[in-house]
């Protein structure tokens, strides 16, 4: 019986100190300024994005990459949803630039008029 109790003691004891252990990890996560978020950004010509690691600025994309010619998203969830994506890439440790398939795949409005000039 003396065995079994320091054996049950013993196991709560390694518990304790792996829980203890284990939420100290991610107190420390959320306090550490190295986090990826991004922002949408107004232009005057549309929409476009900020990728932040911490408070440090990694990425300002004005205009619709992987797409020839400057054009800005036309909507801000085109922008989110591209961020999005690239900031995927980013934790994943891949090339953060984004492709024309990856564009139609996100449905991204492209030009002036919304209704004709989605990415096909």
Not at 7 to 30: E, H, M, P, S, T
Not at 57 to 70: A, M, R, S, Y
Not at 88 to 112: D, Q
């Amino acid at each position: 019986m003396k065995g079994f109790l320091t054996f049950v003691i013993g196991i709560c004891i390694v518990g304790i100190v792996y829980f203890a252990l284990n939420n100290d990890k991610k107190d420390q996560v959320r306090k550490t300024p190295h986090y990826l978020y991004s922002e949408v950004i107004d232009q005057e010509a549309g929409y476009g994005y900020r990728i932040f690691n911490g408070e440090k600025l990694i990425i300002q994309q004005e205009t619709i990459p992987g797409f020839v010619g400057e054009i800005a998203f036309l909507t801000h969830d085109d922008a989110d949803k591209v961020a999005k994506c690239v900031m995927g890439k980013l934790l994943k440790g891949a090339n953060p630039a984004v492709t024309l398939e990856e564009l139609k795949a996100l449905g991204i409005e492209m030009g002036s008029n919304k209704s004709s000039n989605v990415v096909e």
